[in-house]
């Protein structure tokens, strides 16, 4: 645990240092598409000392400058399966990014969708004795919560304070100032396979870069997707991605629930070559072109040109109505959604004041989706597309691009994270050297 | 169907038979039958190239004696498994069942049997190409250059360095480099001497023969010479420092022309020094040398030291005498401070070093009075103007005492 701590503090010093250098690039490692966007901090302020927030907040000031995408490959289910190849796309993307930017980046934040995401809700209380809460009093209640077994194999990619409670007083955003007795806080961790990121750290350390953060795509499309009140009434946002389906809960402007369903648009694609007996290329364009999920009767008319390279030259000139392949996507569409269902029932979502449904990315696009979404998952549901940032081009605007623009301002406004706090010494597992060098860096 | 044409049987051999029956080499042949397929293989020789062709053989009955010429065996029967499935999706559908509402893939036209003398195209077979990607090497040496001291370095930097070094290479060598001056040095020479540049005649204007001569020989290049040869300010200049010489003009006119006008100084006085009669001009310049006071009669002469220097005053000074004139044998230059007119008769106006002209007037004005110089003196003292002086002559003198005491004894 102390491990992971220094990890990721590692990895906000390098996003400080990025800052300061004043570019960065996002990397979204997607299924279907790995999208990189370079972003420019264009007032560089004064990190050390913020007005309100975390330690990295206000920096708003960004732009984007260059931006790539590029077909995945080597990725399923949001996870990076050929090492090789993933490595390939990255270097694809960031070097095409780089290209339009005319500027190197050395710092990349990630993101990826898959690695069985499990979320955590932990509880920590802290006596403090009738002072005034002070940032290291936040530090000794973070670590103060006990910590429950992740399993063997798993990493912390999120942990992020959600409520204070102050005494009899719950629900304050920020205790830093006020006084109390009891400091109580709950703190929500998001785990993920840790296998899946060495994987993601390696193949970026292998293309030259630094890793300055990961994340977690359900979480920055939730970030993206979902307007202010949403996030604060209470939402869950639904990223249907190539592999996999993120599903991120937001209440009170904080993440409380992450899953995914290893599901998405490719299984829709595979449905329909495996159904038509198309390549997977003509299955993706036909999905793309003609798909839907509600048939009407205009929709028998409407016939498709299948091609095909087999050499059959009746094989290759079928036409299928568009009925057919609305039967073939939907149901794959319909268990897709129930899997989603099912993971917002168990997360007590029916319990959340509102009950916002926002879906978004790639294979959110399929028309009439939002009907069908409704008849599984309940009424408010409405399709998302990711916030406009400053300087981005208007081909990632769509709803497939929701978790690389989360990540830009995953990038600008960092949600505080238990690991910007420090922990007191005690907890430093310390070796005594460490702690005097500290001593040193602190006091000199 | 795929259609795969038989390989090449070399004459005599079964291909058939022979992959059926793999056999040693040498060994007797045996053919216990004939194929049902190919009657007229039963009582061939052996001998005979036996070729078959595709088209011998009705479909469903072609002898299939091993794989590979067989490929689709079951392709025309089972067309209701899914080929193109790949393994993993099998095992996905497995994890992941889907409620299947069609039982098969549509099927919108039977797929005939092709016959088989119809034989389509040969399919290249579809290597899946991978997705463009920079390689390693590529992608470092994109981002080393997009480093702004790499590009710097490379745009500018190296460029100047590699045409500084190549030059220094090739021009380190002295004979190239003389053979380089070589060139330039005709290709000059060439264009100076164009039949325009040239100058074939020198007119000179407003010079004496003598002075003519004198410019003639100081002429820097024999003629005829390219006007870029001729250095006309400093062939001037060698003309100005020529005495009789007050100034020259010198224009190359079009046409070869080198014309030179002279303006000579005019001499006005002589001044006799030690080594002999110069001619000086009114400033005091020297003109020329003289033989003898009698080449140029018509001039006043001035002597002593310093005399040049005061060729201005002398000259007001016999302006300013009139009608002495005819008796002034020269002036004399005293100390180099004041002058002193010589008059015949052994007389000799000694004049004060300041306004000497009004002291020359008075002495005119008593001449005219008095006519004081006539008078039998040798010396008028105007130095000072309170007291002019005279010295009389040794005679004059004896007379002037002789006559002042005899005024002195008839006085009382």
């Known amino acids: 645990m ?24 996002l990397l979204d490692v997607g299924s279907s598409k790995i999208a ?3 972003l420019r901090f264009d007032a560089p ?28 490959r080597g990725v399923r289910f949001g996870e990076i399966d050929a090492m ?56 000794r209640v973070l670590a103060a919560c006990d910590m429950p077994d992740i399993g063997q194999g798993r990493e912390v990619l999120h942990a992020q304070p959600v409520n204070f409670a102050l005494d009899h007083r719950t629900g304050l955003s920020d205790p830093r100032g006020h006084s109390g007795r009891r400091l109580a806080t709950d703190m929500h961790m998001l785990t993920v396979d840790a296998a899946a990121i060495h994987n993601l750290a390696y193949c970026i350390r292998r293309c030259d870069l630094e890793l300055a953060g990961i994340a977690s795509a359900a979480y920055v499309s939730g970030i993206s997707s979902l307007v202010e009140d949403e996030q604060e009434l209470g939402s869950a946002c639904i990223d249907m991605g190539g592999g996999a389906t993120g599903v991120s809960i937001f209440m009170k402007k904080h993440m409380i629930f992450a899953d995914a369903v290893r599901l998405g648009g490719d299984h829709v694609t595979r449905d329909i070559a495996a159904g038509l007996q198309v390549p997977m290329a003509v299955a993706e364009r036909i999905k793309t072109f003609h798909g839907g999920v509600h048939a009407t009767g205009m929709d028998d008319r409407e016939m ?77 549901v ?8 400053q300087g981005l081009p208007q081909a990632a605007t769509g709803a497939g691009f929701a978790s690389v623009v989360g990540l830009a301002l995953f990038a600008a406004q960092p949600q505080d994270e238990w690991w910007d706090f420090e922990v007191p010494q005690d907890r430093l597992g310390g070796r005594s050297f460490k702690r005097a060098i500290r001593w040193f860096r602190d006091n000199w | 169907m795929q259609q795969v044409n038989p390989p090449y049987v070399p004459p005599g051999r079964d291909p058939v038979r022979d992959a059926a029956e793999p056999r040693l080499e040498g060994q007797k042949l045996r053919f216990a039958h004939g194929h049902p397929a190919h009657p007229q293989t039963k009582n061939r020789p052996l001998a005979e190239p036996v070729i078959h062709r595709s088209t011998d053989h009705p479909q469903g009955h072609r002898p299939q004696p091993f794989a590979p010429l067989a490929p689709h065996a079951g ?10 499935l790949h393994l993993h999706d099998q095992l996905e559908a497995q994890a992941h069942p889907r409620p299947q509402p069609e039982p098969a893939a549509p099927r919108l036209s039977a797929r005939r049997q092709m016959p088989l003398h119809a034989d389509p195209a040969p399919r290249h077979v579809a290597v899946p190409r991978r997705d463009p990607a920079p390689s390693r090497l590529a992608y470092k040496l994109n981002r080393l250059w997009l480093r702004p001291a790499v590009r710097v370095t490379t745009r500018i930097g190296v460029p100047v360095f590699l045409v500084v070094l190549g030059l220094g290479a090739w021009l380190g060598d002295a004979d190239r480099r003389a053979a380089i001056v070589g060139k330039y040095d005709q290709i000059r020479e060439r264009i100076e001497h ?20 004198a410019i003639r020989a100081l002429a820097p290049v024999d003629l005829p010479a390219s006007s870029f040869d001729i250095d006309l300010a400093a062939y001037r200049h060698q003309i100005t420092r020529l005495d009789a010489v007050a100034d020259a003009r010198l224009v190359i006119r079009s046409g070869g022309t080198l014309e030179i006008a002279v303006t000579e100084r005019e001499p006005v006085i002589l001044w006799r020094t030690h080594a002999g009669i110069e001619m000086l001009d009114a400033t005091g310049h020297r003109v020329a040398s003289v033989v003898s006071r009698d080449v140029r009669a018509d001039l006043p002469l001035i002597a002593g030291e310093g005399a040049d220097r005061a060729v201005p005053e002398a000259l007001s000074l016999l302006k300013a005498a009139g009608p002495l004139l005819p008796r002034i044998r020269g002036l004399q230059r005293m100390g180099e401070r004041r002058w002193d007119i010589v008059l015949d008769r052994e007389q000799r106006l000694m004049l004060p070093e300041t306004d000497a002209v009004r002291a020359l007037d008075r002495v005119l004005a008593l001449d005219a009075a008095e006519d004081l110089l006539a008078r039998d003196f040798t010396h008028l003292d105007l130095r000072n103007t309170d007291r002019p002086t005279i010295r009389l002559s040794e005679h004059a003198l004896a007379q002037f005492r002789l006559i002042s005491s005899a005024a002195s004894e008839t006085k009382p």
Request: net charge negative.
């Open chain 1, 2 to 25: 102390s491990d992971l701590y220094e990890t990721q503090r590692a990895m906000r010093n390098m996003r400080k240092a990025a800052m300061q250098r004043g570019v960065i690039a």
């Open chain 1, 304 to 380: 498709i040109e299948l091609s095909g390279n087999s050499g059959d030259w009746e094989k290759d000139r079928r036409q299928v109505s568009r009925t057919e392949l609305i039967g073939i996507m939907r149901p794959r569409v319909e268990e897709i959604l129930e899997d989603v269902r099912a993971l917002l029932d168990a997360a007590g979502f029916e319990h959340l004041p509102s009950q916002q449904i926002v879906l978004t990315g790639g294979a959110s696009q399929i028309p009439g989706l939002d009907g069908l979404a409704a008849r599984v998952l309940g009424q408010n």
């Open chain 2, 75 to 84: 392709a025309e029967a089972g067309a209701e498994a899914h080929p193109h």
């Open chain 1, 45 to 72: 302020q004064d990190i050390g000392e913020p007005e309100s927030g975390g330690p990295l907040a206000g920096q708003a000031a960004v732009r984007v400058i260059g931006a790539a995408t590029t077909r995945s």
């Open chain 1, 382 to 389: 409405r399709l998302g597309r990711p916030l406009r940032v």
């Open chain 1, 36 to 38: 990189c966007l370079v």
């Open chain 1, 84 to 139: 090789a190849e993933t490595e390939r796309a990255i270097r694809t993307a960031v070097q095409a990014a780089q290209k339009m930017a005319q500027t190197r980046v050395d710092h990349v934040i990630a993101c990826f969708s898959g690695a069985q995401p499990r979320s955590y809700g932990l509880a920590g209380e802290v006596e403090i004795g009738g002072e005034q809460v002070t940032e290291l009093d936040v530090g």
């Open chain 2, 194 to 213: 164009q039949p325009a540049f040239m100058v074939s005649l020198l007119k000179i204007e407003g010079a004496s023969p003598e002075v003519d001569a």
